[in-house]
């Protein structure tokens, strides 16, 4: 072939081709095609397991959280928690690189550990992994107890580690897998026969709304329950701004971590993304071990607060059913502008259930249901909350799929509103309808993250959100002739 | 001592500087002080101060990202009619979607793929290998996004470490799709930082695309690349009408709101046209020395470096060009006054440190210089000592000049001379504003911009205004 005959022009493409397949995107065989995939997966709506790993690890006091990968690795994670907190994500990494693949993880292991125990003075650090050590097959059992044996940390020093490997879950699993070697550390011989804290402890998952750690907090409060809420970031990741930097504003305190093993009731309301922990916790910890759904809607709180008066013998506090009787009005009065509304939701698994146990209390229909990394269990709940509600027939679950199989069903099969997180918000402009930023990440609203969304103070958050936009764009949209003072 | 870096700034000596550094790393154990010593140097006025591009050093907290961060994320992820594949497990796709500001010109999905593509590896993928999905995966990608110019393959550490081939497999598709599959091994586990995956894909694009289209129109002696202006808020929609109006014809931009094939004509420019020297300074040498095209390093950020610039570039060019550009800086010169008239009076004599990446720990010191502001410490997350030796003559006498800083060396740093705004990234902006600082991202413009040029300079400086003189600064301390 000559010089010549190879030349290729630069092209643009034309407006009609434009015109052509930004029409057939939307259409249904797009949406077939699009379902035929195999192999490609496009927006995703989870990330890594390490990433939930870091949020467990900040969510104790004096904790480092401390990445053994490259790190790149830490940059990302921390990044991502920035961006949705709009607060500081003090972490390290080992900065594992090309030798590290040829000699393994633990020099950088060890110089990384002296390092950060010196400088940034942590009570405990929380080691878990990214994709390189854990292809190469690392054993950080080994590495840690070298490091104690080379006085690298002291011996006694807290170093809880968990394998979180990237091709594997979801940053749900890897929040499991680092709560799980927190809580094994810090209570390993902690067991004394016959004591009992007297307290609750409560595992909230992996929950970016730092509402919702305090309104957990302020609700056994006015009951009256002494508890440790395990892996607390709720001043890890709301501290305040008064001209002084805290690498560790908060967290569960180490002690009282330690001493949950003697817990009279161990709580975890995200059964989802402490399936292992609670695993462990119901062979090893004493008093009652007891799992149920994150608390959003009335009935799911209802649930919370006569499980909590039953195991603590504790009367529900009048304050309490005064919320709930306003939680109640608040619906009352706002059902007209949600009921029979269509709502597209993905998210994590824990917090899918309670959309749909809240959307379906409303008369509201979760009328396509994604979780892009879910189970069959999930889908079995999911249903059944369905089947006993006139309003979820119809509705339908799709579990293992992405954001751009939902831009489908969201063109194809028309909703409502879309609820899920910030990565959803171009689906939805398309759509032409609003996205409810109630799942993480949020990187594009201000202050969402600490506005509750459990409990009946949650209920009426989510509500009057979701109804006010409703009314919003019927303002914004509507004739002038059928534009009016009351809504 | 060059004449540039006589500027001083008061009560700052190269004994000062090096007492604040030293006793920064008094805490280090010896080891990481003496890694570390090395990186942190007073601004000697000219080469390069302190040692750069070397490995982070383990559990310091660095900010640096991996090579696939300044693969994904710089060089190819602005490509806007590209379907750019996270090749590996999820995270790194997710991490990097849409959280870089490099805006993008089309219709979502349709002509533009800013979107997150994952062959999300799992276990299976890792023990039996993941061509085979990469295969399939590319065959989706051409069926589902017809309009796409073409795919890249950017890798993921598990990719390198198990030994799969995405070079043949990308071979094989490029030709069975009758598109451009372009293979780009930046697992982040290569190179000390970023900056290893610029150059890793910057070989990519000279050994896949450069020359492999040509532009329909006739070549004019005014044709030129804009290189390395990733358009973060839309700072290429600033720059590029600036450099027509002067006359230039911008043939393709690298790789800010950029089109494949424009990038692979762009042998048959005249100039290269390079705003990010670090990212792209190789692509530039590459064309210089293959196809004869010269290339210039311009800096237009503040109305003083942007008409140095202009006429700089004015000198590659015939009377016709210079007498525009004299024309184009008289037009503005009265506006950027205006602004500075503005803001100057309550900016002036505040200081400033950057901590920052490609160019901008250099390329903005004059545009606060025009604020009347002095920058008082600056250093790079992955720069090399090429980078340095161009930052000491901007820099005042005796600043303290960081590479690769940890945080702990930041805020100790911030501590001591107590900046009115610090700009830098993400993870150090709640840190600084914690301890009452007024901070503004230097890397996404804070969700700002566009920066660059005359269209930008009006934003930057009602941002940094507005960051170092918000009220809520007053509220800090409370009164009780």
Same mark, same amino acid.
């Given at each position: 072939?000559?010089?010549?005959?190879?030349?290729?022009?630069?092209?643009?493409?034309?407006?009609?081709?434009?015109?052509?397949?930004?029409?057939?995107?939307?259409?249904?065989?797009?949406?077939?095609?699009?379902?035929?995939?195999?192999?490609?997966?496009?927006?995703?709506?989870?990330?890594?397991?390490?990433?939930?790993?870091?949020?467990?690890?900040?969510?104790?006091?004096?904790?480092?959280?401390?990445?053994?990968?490259?790190?790149?690795?830490?940059?990302?994670?921390?990044?991502?928690?920035?961006?949705?907190?709009?607060?500081?994500?003090?972490?390290?990494?080992?900065?594992?690189?090309?030798?590290?693949?040829?000699?393994?993880?633990?020099?950088?292991?060890?110089?990384?550990?002296?390092?950060?125990?010196?400088?940034?003075?942590?009570?405990?650090?929380?080691?878990?992994?990214?994709?390189?050590?854990?292809?190469?097959?690392?054993?950080?059992?080994?590495?840690?107890?070298?490091?104690?044996?080379?006085?690298?940390?002291?011996?006694?020093?807290?170093?809880?580690?968990?394998?979180?490997?990237?091709?594997?879950?979801?940053?749900?699993?890897?929040?499991?897998?680092?709560?799980?070697?927190?809580?094994?550390?810090?209570?390993?011989?902690?067991?004394?026969?016959?004591?009992?804290?007297?307290?609750?402890?409560?595992?909230?998952?992996?929950?970016?709304?730092?509402?919702?750690?305090?309104?957990?907090?302020?609700?056994?409060?006015?009951?009256?329950?002494?508890?440790?809420?395990?892996?607390?970031?709720?001043?890890?990741?709301?501290?305040?701004?008064?001209?002084?930097?805290?690498?560790?504003?908060?967290?569960?305190?180490?002690?009282?971590?330690?001493?949950?093993?003697?817990?009279?009731?161990?709580?975890?309301?995200?059964?989802?993304?402490?399936?292992?922990?609670?695993?462990?916790?119901?062979?090893?910890?004493?008093?009652?071990?007891?799992?149920?759904?994150?608390?959003?809607?009335?009935?799911?709180?209802?649930?919370?607060?006569?499980?909590?008066?039953?195991?603590?013998?504790?009367?529900?506090?009048?304050?309490?059913?005064?919320?709930?009787?306003?939680?109640?009005?608040?619906?009352?009065?706002?059902?007209?502008?949600?009921?029979?509304?269509?709502?597209?939701?993905?998210?994590?698994?824990?917090?899918?259930?309670?959309?749909?146990?809240?959307?379906?209390?409303?008369?509201?229909?979760?009328?396509?249901?994604?979780?892009?990394?879910?189970?069959?269990?999930?889908?079995?709940?999911?249903?059944?909350?369905?089947?006993?509600?006139?309003?979820?027939?119809?509705?339908?679950?799709?579990?293992?799929?992405?954001?751009?199989?939902?831009?489908?069903?969201?063109?194809?099969?028309?909703?409502?509103?879309?609820?899920?997180?910030?990565?959803?918000?171009?689906?939805?402009?398309?759509?032409?309808?609003?996205?409810?930023?109630?799942?993480?990440?949020?990187?594009?609203?201000?202050?969402?993250?600490?506005?509750?969304?459990?409990?009946?103070?949650?209920?009426?958050?989510?509500?009057?959100?979701?109804?006010?936009?409703?009314?919003?764009?019927?303002?914004?949209?509507?004739?002038?002739?059928?534009?009016?003072?009351?809504? | 001592?060059?004449?540039?870096?006589?500027?001083?700034?008061?009560?700052?000596?190269?004994?000062?500087?090096?007492?604040?550094?030293?006793?920064?790393?008094?805490?280090?154990?010896?080891?990481?002080?003496?890694?570390?010593?090395?990186?942190?140097?007073?601004?000697?006025?000219?080469?390069?101060?302190?040692?750069?591009?070397?490995?982070?050093?383990?559990?310091?907290?660095?900010?640096?990202?991996?090579?696939?961060?300044?693969?994904?994320?710089?060089?190819?992820?602005?490509?806007?009619?590209?379907?750019?594949?996270?090749?590996?497990?999820?995270?790194?796709?997710?991490?990097?979607?849409?959280?870089?500001?490099?805006?993008?010109?089309?219709?979502?999905?349709?002509?533009?793929?800013?979107?997150?593509?994952?062959?999300?590896?799992?276990?299976?993928?890792?023990?039996?290998?993941?061509?085979k999905k990469l295969r399939t995966l590319l065959e989706e990608a051409h069926e589902l996004f017809p309009l796409a110019k073409g795919i890249s393959v950017l890798s993921e550490c598990p990719v390198g470490l198990i030994g799969d081939d995405i070079n043949s497999v990308a071979k094989t598709a490029s030709k069975d799709l009758d598109i451009p599959v372009i293979p780009c091994n930046c697992e982040g586990f290569r190179g000390v930082s970023q900056s290893l995956g610029h150059h890793i894909s910057n070989d990519t694009?000279?050994?896949?695309?450069?020359?492999?289209?040509?532009?329909?129109?006739?070549?004019?002696?005014?044709?030129?690349?804009?290189?390395?202006?990733?358009?973060?808020?839309?700072?290429?929609?600033?720059?590029?009408?600036?450099?027509?109006?002067?006359?230039?014809?911008?043939?393709?931009?690298?790789?800010?709101?950029? #089109?494949? $094939?424009?990038?692979?004509?762009? /042998?048959?420019?005249?100039?290269? !046209? %390079?705003?990010?020297?670090?990212?792209?300074? =190789?692509?530039?040498?590459?064309?210089?020395?293959?196809?004869?095209?010269?290339?210039?390093?311009?800096?237009?950020?503040?109305?003083?470096?942007?008409?140095?610039?202009?006429?700089?570039?004015?000198?590659?060019?015939?009377?016709?060009?210079?007498?525009?550009?004299?024309?184009?800086?008289?037009?503005?010169?009265?506006?950027?006054?205006?602004?500075?008239?503005?803001?100057?009076?309550?900016?002036?004599?505040?200081?400033?440190?950057?901590?920052?990446?490609?160019?901008?720990?250099?390329?903005?010191?004059?545009?606060?210089?025009?604020?009347?502001?002095?920058?008082?410490?600056?250093?790079?997350?992955?720069?090399?000592?090429?980078?340095?030796?161009?930052?000491?003559?901007?820099?005042?006498?005796?600043?303290?000049?960081?590479?690769?800083?940890? #945080?702990? $060396?930041?805020?100790?740093?911030? /501590?001591?001379?107590?900046?009115? !705004? %610090?700009?830098?990234?993400?993870?150090?902006? =709640?840190?600084?504003?914690?301890?009452?600082?007024?901070?503004?991202?230097?890397?996404?413009?804070?969700?700002?911009?566009?920066?660059?040029?005359?269209?930008?300079?009006?934003?930057?400086?009602?941002?940094?205004?507005?960051?170092?003189?918000?009220?809520?600064?007053?509220?800090?301390?409370?009164?009780?």
């Amino acid at each position: 072939m000559t010089a010549e005959a190879a030349v290729k022009y630069v092209t643009e493409i034309p407006e009609e081709e434009v015109t052509r397949v930004s029409e057939w995107i939307n259409s249904e065989e797009y949406k077939e095609k699009n379902f035929a995939r195999q192999a490609l997966v496009i927006n995703p709506a989870h990330a890594c397991q390490p990433l939930g790993a870091e949020l467990a690890a900040h969510g104790f006091e004096g904790t480092l959280p401390f990445v053994h990968g490259s790190q790149g690795c830490a940059s990302y994670y921390r990044s991502t928690f920035n961006r949705h907190f709009r607060e500081p994500a003090p972490a390290v990494s080992d900065a594992m690189t090309e030798d590290g693949a040829v000699f393994g993880g633990q020099n950088n292991l060890h110089e990384g550990l002296e390092n950060a125990y010196t400088i940034y003075k942590p009570k405990m650090m929380a080691i878990f992994t990214s994709c390189m050590p854990e292809v190469i097959g690392d054993d950080l059992t080994t590495f840690i107890k070298n490091a104690r044996n080379k006085g690298i940390v002291p011996q006694d020093y807290p170093l809880p580690y968990a394998n979180t490997p990237s091709f594997n879950g979801s940053h749900v699993h890897g929040y499991d897998a680092m709560l799980l070697s927190i809580l094994q550390t810090l209570t390993d011989g902690k067991k004394i026969e016959g004591r009992c804290t007297g307290k609750l402890n409560l595992i909230a998952g992996f929950d970016a709304n730092t509402g919702n750690y305090r309104e957990y907090k302020r609700i056994l409060k006015e009951i009256g329950i002494p508890n440790t809420l395990l892996a607390d970031i709720s001043e890890s990741f709301d501290s305040p701004l008064d001209g002084t930097y805290r690498a560790y504003p908060g967290g569960t305190p180490l002690e009282d971590a330690a001493d949950s093993i003697n817990g009279k009731v161990t709580l975890t309301v995200a059964p989802y993304a402490s399936t292992k922990t609670f695993g462990w916790i119901k062979e090893n910890f004493s008093g009652k071990h007891i799992s149920m759904p994150t608390p959003f809607g009335v009935a799911k709180t209802d649930q919370l607060l006569m499980t909590l008066a039953k195991e603590f013998g504790k009367a529900i506090p009048e304050s309490l059913k005064a919320e709930r009787g306003r939680a109640v009005d608040a619906m009352t009065d706002a059902h007209q502008y949600i009921h029979g509304k269509k709502f597209a939701l993905y998210g994590d698994p824990d917090y899918l259930i309670g959309y749909v146990t809240f959307l379906l209390e409303m008369g509201a229909r979760p009328y396509h249901i994604l979780c892009s990394k879910g189970t069959k269990k999930l889908e079995k709940e999911l249903q059944a909350l369905l089947d006993a509600s006139p309003y979820g027939a119809g509705c339908k679950i799709y579990i293992n799929k992405d954001l751009w199989h939902m831009r489908s069903l969201l063109m194809t099969d028309p909703v409502d509103a879309v609820i899920g997180d910030t990565h959803g918000k171009f689906m939805a402009r398309d759509a032409k309808v609003p996205l409810f930023r109630f799942g993480f990440p949020i990187f594009d609203r201000v202050n969402l993250h600490r506005m509750p969304l459990i409990g009946y103070q949650g209920a009426i958050n989510m509500l009057t959100t979701i109804c006010n936009k409703f009314i919003d764009i019927r303002d914004e949209t509507c004739d002038d002739r059928n534009f009016e003072m009351m809504r | 001592m060059s004449e540039k870096a006589k500027k001083k700034v008061e009560g700052i000596t190269m004994e000062s500087t090096q007492a604040m550094i030293d006793a920064a790393m008094e805490i280090y154990p010896d080891k990481a002080k003496k890694k570390r010593a090395p990186h942190l140097a007073p601004n000697a006025g000219e080469g390069a101060c302190v040692k750069s591009n070397r490995k982070t050093v383990p559990g310091i907290m660095s900010a640096r990202g991996c090579a696939y961060a300044g693969a994904k994320g710089v060089v190819w992820g602005p490509i806007r009619d590209m379907v750019h594949v996270s090749h590996g497990p999820v995270g790194c796709g997710w991490y990097s979607w849409g959280t870089r500001r490099n805006l993008v010109t089309g219709v979502n999905g349709v002509s533009q793929f800013a979107m997150q593509f994952t062959s999300d590896f799992q276990e299976k993928d890792i023990v039996y290998g993941g061509d085979k999905k990469l295969r399939t995966l590319l065959e989706e990608a051409h069926e589902l996004f017809p309009l796409a110019k073409g795919i890249s393959v950017l890798s993921e550490c598990p990719v390198g470490l198990i030994g799969d081939d995405i070079n043949s497999v990308a071979k094989t598709a490029s030709k069975d799709l009758d598109i451009p599959v372009i293979p780009c091994n930046c697992e982040g586990f290569r190179g000390v930082s970023q900056s290893l995956g610029h150059h890793i894909s910057n070989d990519t694009i000279r050994d896949h695309i450069i020359g492999t289209r040509e532009f329909r129109e006739p070549e004019s002696p005014y044709d030129i690349a804009l290189i390395g202006d990733y358009n973060i808020g839309g700072d290429v929609w600033s720059v590029k009408p600036l450099l027509e109006e002067i006359g230039l014809n911008v043939k393709a931009v690298w790789t800010g709101d950029g #089109e494949l $094939e424009k990038i692979a004509a762009t /042998h048959t420019v005249k100039l290269n !046209l %390079i705003h990010c020297y670090r990212s792209m300074n =190789y692509m530039c040498r590459v064309m210089e020395e293959k196809y004869g095209i010269p290339w210039v390093e311009f800096n237009f950020f503040g109305p003083t470096k942007i008409r140095e610039s202009l006429r700089k570039i004015a000198e590659y060019f015939d009377d016709y060009i210079k007498e525009r550009v004299e024309a184009v800086i008289a037009k503005y010169d009265p506006i950027m006054q205006a602004v500075i008239d503005e803001y100057r009076p309550r900016l002036e004599g505040k200081t400033v440190m950057l901590y920052v990446g490609g160019l901008r720990p250099r390329h903005t010191v004059n545009a606060y210089a025009d604020l009347g502001m002095t920058v008082v410490g600056s250093g790079y997350e992955f720069a090399h000592g090429d980078d340095y030796e161009r930052t000491s003559p901007e820099m005042p006498e005796a600043t303290v000049i960081y590479d690769d800083a940890s #945080e702990h $060396e930041l805020e100790q740093f911030v /501590h001591e001379l107590r900046p009115d !705004l %610090i700009g830098s990234g993400i993870k150090e902006k =709640y840190l600084f504003q914690k301890m009452g600082i007024p901070f503004r991202q230097m890397h996404s413009w804070d969700y700002s911009g566009p920066y660059h040029a005359y269209n930008g300079f009006p934003i930057f400086a009602r941002d940094i205004d507005m960051a170092v003189n918000s009220p809520t600064w007053k509220l800090v301390n409370a009164p009780f």
